[in-house]
């Protein structure tokens, strides 16, 4: 079974651009999260996404959206890019649904975005 | 949300037991304690998890406080492989959010 993949895995943009960033989740997961990671500030909650809709929203400002198609894949977008949204973006997918036990989490080895 | 309170860093010799502990008094009734790990240069893996009881898995065991405000994780025996941050996590049984804290950096000596 393939586990999840994102793309790109490393990016280099530059102030002010904005970008999208792609997670295909494990086949038959249906739920996909976004975390961020920062040596300062650690792993932080994005969002979540279950059957295409938002389920959980973190603490980030709007420049960060994100949105789920019908097949799971989702994708990330950040625009205005400033400094310090330099980070490993991580993506985790899984079952999803009502039981705990379904909502084991596995992750993709991230995109490394470097803002210039 | 509810947070959870771990050590920086600790250290373990190889083939010996780790225990792990976290700090969780904010813990409401409804939060999941799960555990993951992060090894170098890879997305977080699934560990352990639990609600009331004590867990055992193959990888790990879970103690869970009566009051639930604490739990450790239990590294039966660490190998070098198991050099990693681990991370104490509560999970939201409503809103199915995760809170990741800072984690404990743990270097396992040969």
Redesign the interface.
């Given at each position: 079974k393939a586990g999840v993949t994102q793309t790109p895995r490393y990016l280099i943009k530059t102030r002010g651009q904005q970008v999208t960033l792609s997670c295909s989740p494990i086949s038959g997961h249906r739920s996909v999260s976004w975390y961020q990671q920062t040596p300062g500030q650690g792993l932080q909650f994005l969002f979540e996404y279950f059957s295409e809709t938002q389920r959980n929203k973190g603490n980030f400002p709007g420049r960060f959206s994100g949105r789920q198609f019908s097949n799971s894949r989702s994708e990330m977008n950040v625009s205005t890019l400033e400094l310090g949204d330099s980070a490993l973006y991580l993506c985790a997918s899984s079952l999803g649904g009502q039981i705990i036990s379904y909502n084991e989490q596995f992750f993709g080895p991230g995109t490394r975005l470097t803002v210039l | 949300d509810a947070k959870t309170t771990q050590p920086n860093s600790m250290e373990s010799n190889e083939e010996e037991p780790v225990h792990l502990p976290c700090n969780h008094s904010t813990i409401s009734g409804t939060d999941?304690i799960h555990w993951?790990r992060q090894l170098p240069s890879?997305?977080?893996?699934?560990v352990i998890?639990g609600?009331t009881s004590n867990v055992n898995n193959r990888m790990a065991s879970l103690a869970i406080a009566e009051d639930r405000k604490s739990s450790t994780l239990i590294l039966h025996r660490a190998t070098l492989r198991d050099a990693a941050v681990y991370?104490c996590i509560l999970?939201d049984?409503g809103?199915?959010?995760?809170?990741?804290?800072?984690?404990t950096r743990l270097k396992v000596l040969a």
């Open positions: - | 999941y993951y890879q997305g977080p893996e699934y998890h609600l991370y999970r049984g809103t199915y959010k995760y809170i990741f804290g800072t984690g």
